[in-house]
């Protein structure tokens, strides 16, 4: 019995270790409940916070369109009816894509969705919607036709004017084409799962106070 | 659908049809999605959270 106490005292005196600690963190800050709720705030009734969930749906479409893309290739997706459908369908998914995060975007911008403690999940937008905006420029630049190359040749001369033109050129399909279906979609996937996260742990912001109050 | 498309062009401003289009568009969904009813459950709480 007292070999057992003793056991229990160095076990408990031993600092934990990094899974232990990053068990209690997630256990405080992200319980089940929060991660997979039943139930929303009553200010969650409007349609302004149906357009975050259409960016990740339209985000969806374009990674399994743009999967199917890369696995058939150029010569497909130019030249065979289904290939160009793929292909539309992942320009389209692309066009849903911006258009549903700008409106969440102004959406949380007149509702101040960076309060009480939730200026990272704002952060990790703003850093979205950049890396999303050079995700779609590579892939306009993927193409693999006039309307690419034409793109790339104007492109290459203001990214040398930036100075960047060295180690990003534009005119270098093989950079382009890895950028635009290997590290910046998995970045952008990456982001969006942490904000969504981040909105879970911390719940849907409260509304401005309608009487202007703010209090410290 | 190979013609250039329409250009609309006051002062220093120079914009497609297409693109003032799109944004007018949206600024039209936005002002729908404010005043537009959201049909409710019975299930919402009273958002108490933290």
Redesign the interface.
Known sequence: MAIVNKRQEVVQKRPASWTVRTRRALEGNLPMD?LLP???????????Y??GVITIAALAWVILSGVILAFFGPQWWHSSGVGRFVNSVHFWSVQLFF?AM??HL??QYFMAGWR?GRAATWMIGVVIFGISVLTAFTGYLSQQNFASQFVAINAKDAMNSAGIGSFFNVLNFGQMYGLHVMLLPVGVTFLVVAHLVMVRA???V?PIDPEGVVLP | MDAPTTYLHWGFILISLPNLI?MGL?IV??A???V?P?P?SD?????D??
């Not at chain 1, 039943?38 to 302004?48: C, I, L, M």
């Not at chain 2, 299930?43 to 958002?47: E, F, L, P, T």
């Open positions: 929060h039943d139930r929303q705030p009553y200010y969650v009734g409007s349609w302004v149906v357009f258009i700008v409106l102004w959406g009480d911390r719940g849907v409260k | 799109v949206m969904i936005f729908i999605a404010l537009a959201f409710h299930k919402a709480d009273n958002g959270r933290e």
